[in-house]
T-cell receptor, first 110, second 112 residues
Framework: GEDVEQSLFLSVREGDSSVINCTYT??????LYWYKQEPGAGLQLLTY?????DMKQDQRLTVLLNKKDKHLSLRIADTQTGDSAIYFCAENTWAYKLSFGAGTTVTVRA | NAGVTQTPKFRVLKTGQSMTLLCAQD?????MYWYRQDPGMGLRLIHY???????AKGEVPDGYNVSRLKKQNFLLGLESAAPSQTSVYFC???????????FGQGTRLTVV
């Protein structure tokens, strides 16, 4: 995942907003994704954004894309204990390949 | 509708042993992938397949082989396991390019 970088840990208080940041390298990526991994489970798609968009909102999730800086962020409003997980940023770098970041472990404290 | 199913879920191998991991999907997806997940490194693509009878190398293919004899199955083989192959292995499938990837639950492999 060296094409995609994200911070490894985030601790947030329950009820606050979480912001997870990601930078990517391939300017030709057409889709950028956020996946969530709960303990002992596989990855599940949370949301995605098409590269010609700046922002996408989906209930408590807001994705911001700065294509010039190749920066992607995921904001989770009103963070709950069930949001504790590892969050992966991913880009499609060529034809069929998704390139993942190392994952950000989000811990929600009471 | 089970989605993507991986077997086994856990396995311990001795160095030099061989094994095959099975991935099965029931969504009629064209593309299937094998990733390995290691701490602090995210998921790295081992091999992938864009259709029945086709396979291709990903980022880290050495020490692994794959086969896609049937559209719904994608097998990952380790011919001679090494401790460096201790990892969690995930299979994924997509209907076509740039669509949602569905992941299996993972196989935790330890090579001693």
């Amino acid at each position: 995942g060296e094409d995609v970088e994200q911070s490894l840990f985030l601790s947030v208080r329950e009820g606050d907003s979480s912001v997870i940041n990601c930078t990517y390298t391939d300017s030709s990526s057409t889709y950028l994704y956020w996946y969530k991994q709960e303990p002992g489970a596989g990855l599940q798609l949370l949301t995605y954004i098409f590269s010609n968009m700046d922002m996408k909102q989906d209930q408590r999730l807001t994705v911001l894309l700065n294509k010039k800086d190749k920066h992607l962020s995921l904001r989770i409003a009103d963070t709950q204990t069930g949001d504790s997980a590892i969050y992966f940023c991913a880009e499609n770098t060529w034809a069929y390949k998704l390139s993942f970041g190392a994952g950000t472990t989000v811990t929600v404290r009471a | 509708n089970a989605g993507v199913t991986q077997t086994p879920k856990f396995r311990v191998l001795k160095t030099g042993q061989s094994m095959t991991l099975l991935c099965a999907q029931d969504m009629n997806h064209e593309y299937m992938y094998w990733y390995r997940q290691d701490p602090g490194m995210g998921l790295r693509l081992i091999h992938y397949s864009v259709g029945e009878g086709t396979t291709a190398k990903g980022e880290v293919p050495d020490g692994y082989n794959v086969s896609r004899l049937k559209k719904q199955n994608f097998l990952l083989g380790l011919e001679s396991a090494a401790p460096s192959q201790t990892s969690v292995y995930f299979c994924a499938s997509t209907k076509r390019q740039n669509t949602e990837a569905f992941f299996g639950q993972g196989t935790r492999l330890t090579v001693v």
